[in-house]
């Protein structure tokens, strides 16, 4: 392909990225595909002759459009958002255009540069401790990681390496296999399933303690667990808290956790995936309380604050604790300017070599859409998500399950589980708006998210009259469904009494 048909093409895909964007209220929010619908539309090899674009963007719009689950669709409400905004995708688009491979900083001065810049721009914007910028002396700052799974996944191995080093100091007499039989780390069972899977990789068993009824992770809970693995001769490692977790958006108690954690030098790390966006608030400042004595964190762009996936931000209170663990030097990595304090060499800082060049489409994000801008999209959110809980509690029929949070209203029809169930089901039948289905304390109930790169207060009252109507759906069934087993029960005695006088006729006239 030449520029001038990439012009022509990158043009037209612009458009139809804008005109996908402007009608999305009018796709159904669930494809109406089968599983392998695709596999029989399209041919089994790569075409041997090259195609025209317009042909393949109509099949875009022909035969993918309509498997796709529509996430920017204001009709979304399942997980949590993924965030997207038109100056994020230009941004993205650019940095394909540079299509660089920032591992180092001479791969590219301005890829390293920029993040540096953005990420600490992103630190006070939040209101983060100041341990956490790069511009501050100390061996604290941030980076763009692709995901919240990879962020937690590099605060576990980096703690692993550090907790072993320093066991083969402390304790000669222990070979490195014993110490590295004998390390555990805690987390709460409301946490994010990518704790758990950061485990299983780093071959450390994480103990997912029970949060108490209100779903918080408390430092007791913590001291309690580190008690018995002390006496068992175990070596803590690290503890992962999280501040929004993916059920519920609960809040673990960092204060009490951070207190435990300094007490016994282990790693506190903080998931703030989706919540941390809230720390930029005035009215949130008390989702900050601790985060003085958290060694790592991480949230998720993506998710809540306009940049398109993926973008998760990760801040370390010493970097050097991660550099140290991951440093794998080759000769044809080094170049003149390595470990100046100024300019990390982000590849130390992460899992693979490469890195996109992901500060570009934040900070095209930041510049055009402005501070204010943020924090007002994030106060959008909650004032949707307190828009839909007024109409859950304005109706007798449905029940809060937790607090709102953020953009979160957890809540379920009264009664048993089967209404619940009934009720999404039909939802997702009608495929009109999407959410899932959690379960606490046996009982199942919905979250409803606020989601979509454009919600108004006319799609959450979509989205009210949609359930609402499903609703009064599940109660006439039920009041079927009650009426026929009257009927049945009915007619089965009315059977009886006829086979038993039948019998009686019988008996009487032998
Ligand atoms: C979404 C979420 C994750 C997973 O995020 P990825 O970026 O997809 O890895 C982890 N933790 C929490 C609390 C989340 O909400």
Request: charged share 25%; glycine share 6%.
């Amino acid at each position: 392909m030449d520029a001038k048909t990439f012009r022509e093409f990158g043009k037209a895909a612009v458009d139809f990225i804008a005109d996908y964007m402007e009608n999305i209220r009018d796709c159904d929010i669930l494809p109406a595909v089968q599983p392998g619908y695709l596999f029989d539309l399209l041919p089994k090899e790569i075409p041997e002759q090259p195609q025209d674009w317009k042909e393949v963007l109509h099949d875009i719009d022909r035969i993918i459009k309509p498997g796709i689950t529509h996430w920017q669709s204001p009709n979304m409400h399942a997980y949590y958002p993924t965030a997207s905004s038109y100056p994020s995708i230009v941004g993205d688009m650019l940095a394909n255009g540079f299509s660089v491979i920032g591992f180092s900083w001479i791969c590219s001065p301005a890829c390293t540069e920029l993040e540096v810049v953005v990420m600490d721009w992103l630190a006070k914007f939040l209101n983060l401790p100041q341990q956490f910028l790069h511009t501050t002396d100390g061996p604290g700052g941030g980076i763009i990681q692709g995901s919240a799974s990879e962020s937690v996944l590099v605060a576990v191995i980096a703690a692993r390496e550090q907790t072993v080093r320093r066991m083969k100091e402390k304790h000669p007499e222990m070979t490195e296999s014993e110490i590295r039989g004998k390390l555990v780390a805690y987390s709460s069972d409301q946490s994010n399933s990518c704790i758990e899977k950061a485990g299983v990789l780093s071959a450390v068993p994480i103990r997912l303690l029970p949060a108490g009824e209100d779903l918080i992770f408390r430092g007791e809970m913590l001291q309690q667990a580190l008690d018995e693995d002390l006496a068992k001769g175990l070596i803590p490692i690290i503890c992962i808290a999280t501040l929004g977790t993916t059920g519920t958006c609960a809040y673990d108690d960092i204060e009490s956790l951070g207190k435990i954690c300094n007490q016994h030098d282990l790693w506190l790390h903080v998931d703030a995936a989706y919540a941390g966006a809230a720390f930029a608030l005035e009215e949130c400042s008390e989702l900050r309380n601790g985060l003085e004595m958290v060694d790592s964190l991480n949230f998720n762009l993506h998710k809540f604050l306009m940049v398109n996936f993926d973008c998760s931000a990760m801040w370390l209170k010493d970097a050097n604790k991660v550099v140290d663990s991951f440093n794998v030097d080759r000769i044809y990595l080094k170049h003149k300017y390595e470990g100046q304090t100024q300019i990390p060499d982000f590849r130390h800082w992460q899992i693979p070599l490469g890195r996109r060049f992901r500060a570009l489409k934040v900070w095209i994000t930041f510049r055009t859409i402005g501070a204010e801008g943020l924090r007002a999209h994030i106060r959008k959110h909650m004032a949707l998500a307190e828009r839909f809980e007024n109409y859950v509690l304005s109706d007798a029929r449905f029940e809060l399950v937790t607090k709102r949070a953020l953009g979160l209203v957890c809540f379920r029809p009264i009664g048993d589980n089967k209404r619940t169930t009934d009720l999404l089901h039909n939802l997702t039948e009608r495929k009109k708006i999407y959410m899932i289905q959690a379960k606490q304390a046996g009982k199942h109930f919905l979250r409803f998210v606020v989601c979509g790169m454009d919600p108004k207060e006319q799609d959450i009252d979509f989205a009210w009259r949609e359930i609402q109507s499903q609703m009064d759906f599940v109660v006439e069934q039920e009041l079927l469904t009650s009426v026929k087993a009257d009927i049945d029960s009915i007619s089965k005695h009315i059977t009886s009494d006829l086979h038993i006088s039948a019998v009686m006729d019988s008996e009487k006239s032998k």
